[in-house]
């Protein structure tokens, strides 16, 4: 028996720069514990800044470049691990030349 593989599901493009898919957690009955998206920033791009209710981590999969955490930069690349506590202002910008995909996990209360 293997592990179930959870997927993803191409969603429209919010804005430029950005591709985005969100996870479909189908192996999980019931109740969801937490959500994921993945998404890649085009070389010179960056996310708009996001802050939410969530608590919420980032695996950098692949490329390079600048998060800003709270108006802090942080440089970032594969393999890389954050954590953003709920609340606090995120924005992950492709600054080094390259596209930079991260993988989004997060949970918590979202109301």
């Known amino acids: 028996?293997?592990?179930?593989?959870?997927?993803?599901?191409?969603?429209?493009?919010?804005?430029?720069?950005?591709?985005?898919?969100?996870?479909?957690?189908?192996?999980?009955?019931?109740?969801?514990?937490?959500?994921?998206?993945?998404?890649?920033?085009?070389?010179?791009?960056?996310?708009?800044?996001?802050?939410?209710a969530v608590k919420e981590i980032w695996l950098i999969l692949d490329g390079a470049g600048t998060v800003r955490y709270e108006d802090r930069p942080y440089e970032v690349g594969k393999g890389d691990l954050l954590g953003f506590a709920p609340f606090a202002e995120h924005v992950a910008m492709a600054d080094r030349g390259v596209p930079l995909s991260v993988l989004s996990i997060w949970w918590g209360t979202t109301g």
Do not use: I, N
């Not at 969100?22 to 791009?45: E, I, K, Q, Y």
């Open 1 to 52: 028996m293997s592990l179930p593989r959870l997927g993803f599901e191409a969603l429209p493009r919010e804005f430029e720069k950005l591709d985005e898919w969100a996870a479909l957690l189908g192996p999980f009955d019931g109740d969801r514990p937490f959500s994921m998206a993945r998404f890649t920033v085009a070389a010179g791009g960056a996310t708009p800044p996001d802050s939410h």
